[in-house]
Every structure is written in structure tokens, then in C-alpha cells.
């Protein structure tokens, strides 16, 4: 454990959701936080308005585009100096993590970079997500019924994300 962090501390959940897949995993590993006996909030970047109650943040964002969710580096950034006295860890859900080729992991651990930056975190994971057709814009519409490799499906492997949030609830 690092000098200065208090065990046992209030941990937030921060996490940067389009169609709300991020969201719901934000919310298993706060959940398994909390089973973990850790004290733990879970709410979107967007509805945070200071940190500086929190032990350790957890950023979560979807991958869009090949890219974090803008509202996610830009809560890091706004709160980049009170995130340099926390514990910070990061996880990323998308759909090219479906396909978890060795380049593919590495092109979605490269889309972590931007958090990295701001702070080191004492840890990160990518998770598949979830591909609802119905639920998006045109032309992403378009582009998943008639041109991506990708079906329809939920891919998140939930067995994963409790893995990893219950061996976060040791490093915070």
C-alpha cells in the first residue's frame, strides 16, 4: 500500500457510458466492491462534482470510434491535480475486445493511454461489450446490420469483470 492511502477508504466508481453497457458494469464492480466491504459510489462522469472525498477512483469509459468517450479524459483532466493523491484504476468495455487478438488487445490498451498520462493507475482491464443495433444511431445502424463483422449480442464476460473488481478491492 502506498504511503499516505488510507484501507478502507470511500472508493468511486466513475464511468462514461453511450447505450449504457459501461454503466452496468460500473455498477458489478461496485457492487463487488462493496461485497469486498469497501464503501463504494458509482455515478457517471457527468454527475460528479468533486473527488476529493474519495480514496481511489475507478474511471470507466466505453470505446468508441477507436477512442476513451471524450467526458472521460475530460473528468480526468478536470480533476487531474486531486487524482495525483489517489489511487486510481481504469477499465475500458468494447467491441473490438470481442475479437481478442494480441494487436486488438493492444490497439484497446493504447486507448488507455490518455488516463495513463493524467495518472499511473495501480491497475486497468478491457472488457468486451454489447452491440444493440436498435439502440443506435444512424449510421452506426447501418454500418452493423450491413457491414460489420460483429453480430448482435452481448459479449461482456461477467465472470471477468468480477475477477478483476474483487482483485482491485486488494490494491485499493
Avoid: C
Avoid at 453511450?18 to 463487488?32: D, K, L, M, P, Q
Avoid at 469486498?36 to 459510489?41: A, T
Avoid at 475507478?58 to 487524482?83: D, N
Amino acid at each position: 500500500m502506498e504511503s499516505g492511502f488510507v484501507m478502507g477508504g470511500k472508493i468511486l466508481v466513475a464511468y462514461a457510458s453511450r447505450y449504457g453497457s459501461t454503466a452496468e458494469v460500473a455498477g458489478v464492480i461496485g457492487g463487488i466492491l462493496r461485497e469486498e466491504g469497501r464503501d463504494v459510489e458509482v455515478k457517471s462522469v457527468k454527475d460528479v462534482k468533486d473527488v476529493g472525498e474519495y480514496q481511489a477512483v475507478i474511471i470507466g469509459s466505453a470505446l468508441r470510434i477507436f477512442h476513451l468517450l471524450p467526458e472521460a479524459i475530460g473528468f480526468a483532466r478536470k480533476y487531474r491535480s486531486t487524482l495525483a493523491g489517489k489511487l486510481t484504476a481504469y477499465f475500458a468495455t468494447g467491441l473490438m475486445i470481442t475479437n481478442p487478438t494480441p494487436e486488438n488487445l493492444r490497439k484497446a490498451e493504447a486507448m488507455l493511454d490518455p488516463l495513463k498520462k493524467i495518472k499511473e493507475p495501480v491497475a486497468t482491464a478491457l472488457f468486451p461489450g454489447r452491440l444493440k443495433i436498435s439502440r443506435l444511431e444512424y449510421p452506426w445502424r447501418f454500418y452493423f446490420r450491413r457491414l460489420s463483422p460483429i453480430a448482435e449480442g452481448d459479449y461482456r464476460d461477467w465472470d471477468a469483470v468480477k475477477k478483476w473488481a474483487v482483485e482491485l478491492a486488494g490494491k485499493l
